[in-house]
Structures are given as C-alpha cells and as structure tokens.
C-alpha cells in the first residue's frame, strides 16, 4: 500500500509538473508578444489547439480552465483583430465556444468539451482560409503568406499526397508572375479539396467511434465534419442553392445532436451523404481531369497483370503481386471517384455500370488478399477490359489523349513498389515492378523526352538499367540483390532526373530569351510609331503652326496610358482562364503568330504602309483646313497613330507572359521602350536625321526571328497539349538550350512548322522587292512602247 501511495503522489506530482511546464511554454510567447515581432499565426493557433488537448487531460478542472482562458487571451491578443476584419461570424464563433468548453470543463461534460473545441478549431481554419483569400485576391501576397499555414492538410496516400498548390500559387503572385485570380483560384482547389477530403474523413471515422462506444471521440469527430462544411458551405451554396444549403446544415446539425447524446449516427450520416453527393467545393480543372483520367485509365490496365502474376492453379501463389494488384486498383478507384461527377452528367447508366465493375473487380482482388481466389486471372482480365471499354464510351476525348503528367505518376507508383519488394527481399518481384515503370516510361514520356529533352534520356536509362557516370543503376542493384539503402539512393537519383524530364516536357523559354523577345517586339511597334507621329508632326515645325503638335502629344500620351490598360484587361482576363494551362498559352500564341505573320509579311506591309500613312495624312489636312473642332481631330488623330502599334504589343506580350511571367517580359520591354523613348528624343527633341528605314528593315528581321521562336515553342506546347502530332527525329540530337533559346526541337512537325514560317516571311520579302521594282520600271516601258 505504502509502495502504491508513493507511486501515485510521483504520478501527481508528473502530472503537475507537465501541466506547469505546459503553462509557462504557453504563457511565456503571450508574455512576451507585445514586446517581440507578432508571431506567426499558425503557431499561436497551434498553441490555443494544444491548450484545449491539454486542459482535457489536466485532471484538476481549475487549471484545466485557466489553460483554456490564457489560450483564449492569446487568440484575443493575437488572432482576434484580423479574424475580425475579414470573417466577423467566425470570431463570434470562436468566442462562443471558448465560452462553451469552459462550462463543459466545469460540469465535467467531456462530450460537450470535445465538441466545442473541435468546433472553436475549424471556426479558426475557415477564418485563416478567408483571410488568405481576401489577401490573395487584393494582391497582397505577404499577408496571404502570413496566414496560409493556418490550415490542415489531406491525408497523405500513395495517390493522394499532401498538396502545394496555394503555397506555389502564393510565391508566383509575390513573384508577379500570375494575378491574384489565378491565386485565388489556385488556394480554393487547395484548400477547399483539402476541407472536404477532411469533412469525409471525418464522416466515415464517427460511426467507427460510435461502434466503440468513444463518445467524447464521436461528439468531436461530428462537430469536425460540421466545421469543415461550413468552410464549404459558400460553395455549396453557389452550386446547389439556398434551400439546398439549409437541408445540408440542419443534417449535420442533427449529426451533432445524435453524436452528442450517445445514439446511433449511421441514419444522420447517411443524410449528410446523400445531400453531399454529386457536390465538389473545388472542381478539378480540365487538366487535372485529364491527368486523373489517364491515371485511372492505365492503373485498370495493370491490375490483371498484377493479379494474373500472383494466380498460379487457382491459387494465390504471390502475396506481393496481389498487393500490387490491390495498390493499382486502390488508384484507379481514387481517380474514379474523383472523376464520378463528370462523367454520371455525361451518362449517369454507363457510370453506375463502370461503378459496379470497378467494386466487382475490387472484391476479387481484396479476396484473393485473404488468399480466397474468388475470380480467375481470365474472369478479372475481362473485366477490366469492359471497364475500360465502358470508360472509354462515357469520357470526353480529350481525356483519353495520351497524358504525360499521368505517365509519370503510374511511373512513381510502379518504382514506390519496387522499393517495397526490395525491403521485403522479393528482388525478383523488384525487378518486376522495375520492368513495368520503364514499360510506362518507354511507350508514354520517351519519345517526348528524346525530342524536347535528349540530354535527360542517358541519364534516365542509365539509372534504369546498368548505371550513368559510375553509379550504379537499378537493374544492375537488383541484380546483385543490394542493400535496400542503396536501391533508394538510386531511386532518388532517377527521380530527380525524371523531375527534370517532366519540367521540360511543359516548354518553357528561357528568361533572358523572353526578354529579348518582349523587346525586339516593343522596339519595333515603338519605332514605327515614332515614324508616324514624325511623318504627321513634319509641317507642323513652324512657329505658325507648332502649337498643333500639342494636341497630337496628348493624344500620344492617351494612346501610351490605353495601351498600358489594354495590356492590364488582356492579362486579367487571361488569368480568368489560367486552369487551362499550356492549351491558354497555344491559343494565345497561335492568335500572336497570325499578327506576326501579317506583320512580316513584306507585300502587306509595303501596301498597308502605304495606304495607312496616305490615310493619315489625308486625316491630317482635313483636320489642319477645318475651323472647328481642330484640338480634338488632331488628339484623336494622334492617339490613333499610337494605340494601334500599343494594341499589337499588348497582344504579343500575352503570348510571351504565359510563358515567362509579367516580371520577364516587363524587362524586357523597359528596355525596348527606354529605346524608343532615345530614338523619339533624337528625332523630335534633337531634329536629327537617323536611318529609320534602315532601322525599320532591320527591327523587321528581329522580329522574323521572334516568329521562328514564337512558331517554334507554340508547335512545341501544341505537341504537349496532344493538339499536334510528335513524330521524333533521334538522329538529330539537338542541344537542350537550342530549344529553350531558339523554340527549335528535333521534331519533324516543328522544324517543318519554322521552315515554313522562315519561307514565308523571305519569300514575301522578294515578292515585295520584285513587285516594287516592276511599278519603277513601268512607266519606262510604258514610254518606250509608245
């Protein structure tokens, strides 16, 4: 007795001592916040959750509550202002259910504790989401930064790994580099998947809780799944309505009564259910559909092959080939549900039907990993193969194009089970699973990565199979049956390289190359306003008729400040549409390359310079004789002879900005300007007489090259999108920066796309020349004929 009396004095004592500990760690930053730098937010949210977690466990109720009011003054002090200014509802939210767990901690109702922590919690994450979306779409990137590690993540799975998006997004918005839209846009698919994913986690674990009777556990996990719908409920508002919206709360409401007093959830779960089915807070982008399409569509391929390997005689011969089977069929049911929405609004019976194949196949295999063979490897091939059929009659067209994203990710997966067998010992199943991720790479990703990245392809088969600048490859360790650590060390190496690959097969130019680009097309466009502003202004030199440049300055200066906006509304509302990502930039580029070809082509320049200036002019004299209305003909005038050459520039430079970012082609195009505004200056300011002609023949061949490249890298992003064929020419190993600089890949399609706009634009030149030579020439016939 004496021996347990003493034993449980330590343990008071142990848990005395963590709970004085716990309190000064806490009090200890909020002693201290008004004299240091505010702390990070999500480390004071952190520090109010591990308060509530603590305070559960603290035996003694008054410091249990006095924990919770200190955390309570941290979010006052530290929290509460922003929370505040951007989501009003969830301070008072949050307010309440600090109120709420002191009372439940003081009656001792732990179920009801639970619950209002879990709802004070999520009030917190929906007020940290809101905040980031207010700054993000008001610009302000560092605030959005400040508060967006205030959030939760998914679950981490082989398919479903913890997401990036808004953290990226975030830094390309600081960076300048997309527009708060496309931010804004980039943190609702993060973080509002991310909350249901969440919501339906917690779904599925509270009738878990109830079987075992956890009832704090059960009131908490229902009060989660309610605060993470009311993060969604915006958006389930918009897609369902009002009155659908009302139904959906009063279920979760009626979740959390049922959770709280201890009863069967499974009724009011599955209402929830039902009213969530069909909804998706954060719709997969058309690029995100059709790299989860071509995951799906290539795990359903190798899940017969997998489990065809483990059968042997009607019965399970290789525990790991099933495991693999079930790993494939486990992604190709994740893509699946994701895709469910979209493809039942297409045709709801083929989906219902796909649906029972894909769960029909699934019980196979889960039974044959109870080694109970309920499905021979011919039974589940075919199948499989209807499943696929089937999915192939519902799915759009696009999402049946050949995806490299999708490529790559079965890769990964086929090499996590490779790594897998290698811990186990089954080098023989590693070698297998080896096969299968080069089997993906070799008739997917392959031919692009040999025509748009051939310094990769070495080093890739290398570490594939015998080794690449003396290390080892994983065919040779698995050969030799090498240590694990090795394996992964190899691995690694391969996935840095095939992280390589991926990023080149997107295109993209390099930098400095963009800014050239941005400004040879700003000098040209510029040089050829300057040389109609100094065509018109050129008999308004004397001192009789100087005051008439005013005007046209003016509307010069209108012109510049239009132009500047029109690029703004082309960016905005280019940003609207940024989740279409490289098939936006064709289209832009395609639409840039037939202006560049306009522009180039020497015939239409020579007869559109011609009749434009004689136009101008001819609006000139009107304007000069009319004795009314002189000031505002010659601003519009002015302002006219401008904004068209700043409207062309405004529309190349979205082409380039997709590519590059706002702040490259900006550079780039301060430096064009800043020559133009010299050339003005020397023209104007200083009356001298430059070679414009000769300067415009040769900004005119700097923009030839810009189209090569400009064909070149949209022939190159077209082929990646599926829009144009790839057709790879291997003797030809051109460099990697030749087409980062140049566009210029070794494709037959892209060289034959350069070739053609190089003919073009030199052949137009001659007929130009020839043309012009024969209307100097025939007044002279015409004489000697006569």
């Known amino acids: 007795m004496r021996l347990e009396s003493v034993t449980r004095a330590l343990a008071r004592v142990a848990r005395a001592s963590a709970a004085c500990s716990f309190a000064v760690a806490l009090a200890l930053p909020i002693a201290n916040a008004h004299a240091a730098e505010p702390r990070p937010p999500a480390d004071v949210a952190e520090d109010i959750r591990s308060a509530l977690v603590a305070a559960q466990i603290e035996p003694d109720r008054e410091a249990a509550v006095a924990q919770i009011q200190e955390a309570r003054a941290a979010y006052m002090r530290e929290l509460a202002p922003a929370v505040t200014a951007h989501a009003p509802s969830s301070h008072a939210l949050i307010a309440r259910r600090f109120d709420d767990a002191i009372a439940a901690l003081r009656s001792g109702r732990m179920a009801d504790y639970a619950q209002a922590c879990a709802s004070a919690w999520t009030a917190l994450l929906g007020a940290g989401y809101r905040i980031v979306v207010d700054a993000a779409s008001e610009g302000d990137a560092e605030l959005a930064r400040q508060w967006l590690p205030l959030r939760e993540f998914r679950r981490s799975t082989r398919f479903a790994r913890p997401g990036a998006e808004a953290t990226l997004a975030l830094e390309d918005l600081a960076r300048g580099k997309i527009a708060p839209e496309a931010a804004v846009q980039a943190v609702n698919a993060d973080l509002l998947d991310t909350y249901q994913a969440r919501m339906i986690a917690a779904l599925n674990d509270v009738a878990s809780a109830h079987a075992r009777g956890f009832l704090a556990r059960q009131a908490e996990l229902a009060a989660l799944a309610a605060g993470y719908f009311d993060i969604l409920a915006p958006a389930y508002r918009e897609q369902r309505g009002e009155a659908a919206l009302a139904d959906a709360q009063a279920a979760f409401e009626a979740l959390n009564r049922v959770a709280l007093e201890g009863r069967e959830v499974a009724p009011a779960v599955q209402r929830i259910q039902a009213a969530l089915r069909g909804f998706r807070a954060a719709p997969l982008s058309p690029a995100e ?49 994701d895709l469910r929405d979209a493809l039942e609004a297409r045709d709801a019976t083929r989906t219902a039907q796909a649906g029972a194949l894909l769960e029909r196949i699934g019980q196979a295999v889960a039974s044959a990993s109870m080694h109970r063979v309920t499905a021979s490897p011919d039974a589940l091939r075919a199948d499989s193969d209807r499943l696929i059929a089937l999915l192939g009659e519902v799915m759009p067209p696009e999402w049946l194009k050949q995806d490299a994203a999708a490529d790559f990710d079965v890769v990964a997966t086929a090499l996590d089970q490779m790594e897998q067998a290698a811990k186990q010992g089954e080098y023989a199943l590693a070698e297998s699973a080896r096969v299968e991720a080069y089997a993906v790479l070799e008739s997917g990703p392959e031919a692009r990565i040999a025509a748009f990245a051939p310094h990769l392809k070495t080093p890739i088969e290398g570490l594939f199979w015998f080794g690449y600048e003396g290390g080892e490859g994983l065919a040779s360790l698995l050969q030799r049956k090498a240590p694990p650590a090795e394996v992964r060390a190899a691995r690694r190496q391969l996935d840095a390289q095939l992280k390589q690959a991926q990023e080149a097969l997107r295109g993209s130019n390099s930098p400095a190359a963009i800014a050239l680009n941005s400004g040879i097309i700003v000098l040209r466009e510029g040089l050829e306003a300057v040389l109609i502003l100094a065509a018109l202004m050129a008999s308004f030199r004397t001192a009789a008729n100087r005051h008439l440049r005013r005007p046209m300055w003016l509307g010069t200066a209108l012109a510049v400040v239009a132009s500047i906006a029109t690029w703004l509304i082309l960016r905005s509302a280019l940003s609207l549409f940024a989740s279409f990502g490289e098939k936006l930039e064709a289209i832009v580029s395609l639409i840039a390359i037939g202006v560049l070809l306009l522009i180039t082509n020497w015939f239409f320049h020579d007869v559109y310079w011609t009749g434009w200036m004689a136009n101008f002019h001819k609006q000139k004299q009107q304007i000069v004789k009319g004795s009314t209305g002189q000031f505002a003909g010659l601003l519009l005038l002015g302002f006219a002879s401008v904004y068209r050459e700043g409207f062309e520039t405004a529309l190349f430079l979205q082409a380039l900005t997709l590519e590059g970012g706002p702040a490259v082609v900006l550079a780039g195009g301060g430096v064009g300007l800043l020559c133009v505004a010299l050339i003005g200056l020397a023209i104007f300011a200083l ?8 300067m415009l023949i040769a900004t005119g061949v700097m923009i030839g090259f810009v189209l090569l490249v400009m064909v070149g890298n949209t022939a190159h992003i077209m082929q990646v999108v599926g829009w144009l064929p790839l057709t790879p020419i291997r003797w030809l190993p051109l460099p990697y920066w030749f087409g980062i600089w140049f566009g210029t890949y070794a494709t037959v399609e892209g060289l034959a796309l350069q070739v053609a706009a190089a003919v073009f634009v030199i052949g137009s030149f001659f007929l130009a020349k020839h043309l012009q030579m024969r209307r100097a020439f025939a007044p002279a016939r015409a004489t000697s004929a006569s």
């Open 289 to 337: 559909q059709t790299r989860r399409a071509g995951q799906m569509m290539r795990y359903l391929k190798l899940v017969p092959i997998e489990y065809g390997r483990g059968i042997r005689n009607g019965e399970v011969a290789v525990d790991l080939e099933i495991r693999e089977a079930a790993t494939f069929h486990e992604g190709a049911l994740a893509a699946f549900n």
């Open 687 to 694: 009356q001298m007489r430059l070679p414009v002609m000769k």
